[in-house]
């Protein structure tokens, strides 16, 4: 898995995790697994943009109360920076049910439920060049070493 080059992903820390004040517990999990933060906010996503950001899953049952759940408190938008990060990172999160989440993962240890599960990360690096694309400008971007 990975090809051992530095490359950027995407990720979302989601509105359960920014409510019950995780999101240091989260980035602790991020930092110290070798992804550094390039760029970061905090925004209240609206539906449009809730909506076009998970356009993919449009038509699904698990689609309208997804929408809504993104819509429902902030979230931390940010892109993450180092070897490897996009696997890095969906390995530090655990796969999408916390119920079958490896221990010691993000899901696993925080999220509620599949669809409340604390954090977004992308899946390859198309979507995370579209992603990074959606919400930051490119001069957004912090160059870290
Ligand atoms: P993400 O895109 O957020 O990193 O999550 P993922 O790849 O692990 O999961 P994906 O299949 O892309 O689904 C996107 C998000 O939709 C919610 N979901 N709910 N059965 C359900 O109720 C269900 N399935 C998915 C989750 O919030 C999931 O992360
Ligand atoms: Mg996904």
């Known amino acids: 898995m990975g090809n051992n080059e530095v490359e950027r992903t995407f990720s979302i820390i989601?509105?359960?995790?920014v409510t019950r004040n995780l999101i240091g517990s989260i980035l602790?999990?991020?930092e110290s697994n070798g992804l550094s933060v390039v760029a970061s906010k905090m925004i209240r996503l609206d539906r449009?943009?809730?909506?076009?950001?998970?356009?993919?899953h449009?038509?699904?049952?698990?689609?309208?109360?997804?929408?809504?759940?993104?819509?429902?408190?902030?979230v931390i938008v940010q892109v993450l920076q180092g070897e490897d990060a996009i696997t890095v990172n969906r390995r530090v999160m655990g796969v999408t049910d916390p119920a079958k989440a490896e221990e010691g993962t993000?899901?696993?240890?925080?999220?509620?439920s599949v669809r409340e599960n604390s954090?977004?990360?992308?899946?390859?690096?198309?979507?995370?060049?579209?992603?990074?694309?959606?919400f930051f400008a490119p001069e957004e971007l912090c160059e870290r070493d």
């Open 14 to 17: 989601k509105p359960d995790a």
């Open 28 to 30: 602790q999990r991020l």
């Open 48 to 56: 449009e943009q809730a909506e076009g950001f998970y356009a993919e």
């Open 58 to 74: 449009k038509g699904r049952d698990f689609y309208e109360p997804l929408i809504e759940y993104m819509i429902s408190a902030p």
């Open 106 to 112: 993000i899901r696993a240890d925080f999220a509620l």
């Open 119 to 134: 954090v977004h990360g992308s899946d390859s690096v198309a979507s995370a060049e579209r992603e990074i694309a959606y």
